[in-house]
T-cell receptor, first 116, second 117 residues
């Protein structure tokens, strides 16, 4: 079964709305989570690294005030797209980090965000 | 900085035949992991196969095998006896084995594979 639950799977909302996406690890404690963005037929681009109990680390070019990340517990990380506009429409995927020396990594099923 | 390059945007193959997807990468690390992920139309990320850089033996998983050439920094995926369900976008990815970036993956551009009946 799924070890990472991402919700919602699909959201459509009006321009100017803020949208929250949740990523929950079900079977283990995830001190680190990664948020990716994917446009149609393109690769996954890392947006930010979410660390439990501390500020997220954003990749170059990603607006931290636009994409708010909160990782308040070892099982939940959230990505909030604030004042969303049509250009923010995309597919967002989270994944868990792994301890050093291990390889297993788990992805959420993704969230399709459509801004009208 | 790490980079992963997939030079084949699209590939097609007939059912039951064999196809090879190419991937090259660049990293200054000596120890790292390489992966092939499959993303079907459902957009789930599915791990196909992985390779530890310190292992010389090429990884295999049923119909999937890799040709890992560490010196050339090449990591190709061979799919034998292709099936219709193999139709998907395939991503090559690289991850450091140590350090603080636990699990941070660098992805290639992806290759869309279509298997024809």
């Amino acid at each position: 079964g799924a070890v990472v639950s991402q919700h919602p799977s699909w959201v459509i909302c009006k321009s100017g709305t803020s949208v929250k996406i949740e990523c929950r690890s079900l079977d283990f404690q995830a001190t680190t989570m990664f948020w990716y963005r994917q446009f149609p037929k393109q690769s996954l681009m890392l947006m930010a690294t979410s660390n439990e109990g501390s500020k997220a680390t954003y990749e170059q070019g990603v607006e931290k005030d636009k994409f708010l990340i909160n990782h308040a517990s070892l099982t939940l990380s959230t990505l909030t797209v604030t004042s969303a506009h049509p250009e923010d429409s995309s597919f967002y995927i989270c994944s868990t980090g792994t301890p050093v020396g291990l390889w297993a990594q788990h992805f959420g099923d993704g969230t399709r965000l459509s801004i009208l | 900085a790490q980079t992963v390059t997939q030079s084949q945007p699209e590939m097609s193959v007939q059912e039951a035949e064999t196809v090879t997807l190419s991937c090259t990468y660049d990293t200054s690390e000596n120890n790292y992991y390489l992966f092939w992920y499959k993303q079907p139309p459902s957009r789930q990320m599915i791990l196909v196969i992985r390779q530890e850089a310190y292992k010389q033996q090429n990884a295999t998983e049923n119909r999937f095998s890799v040709n890992f050439q560490k010196a050339a920094k090449s990591f190709s995926l061979k799919i034998s006896d292709s099936q219709l369900g193999d139709t998907a976008m395939y991503f090559c990815a690289l991850r450091r084995a140590g350090g603080t970036s636990y699990g941070k993956l660098t992805f290639g551009q992806g290759t869309i594979l279509t298997v024809h009946p």
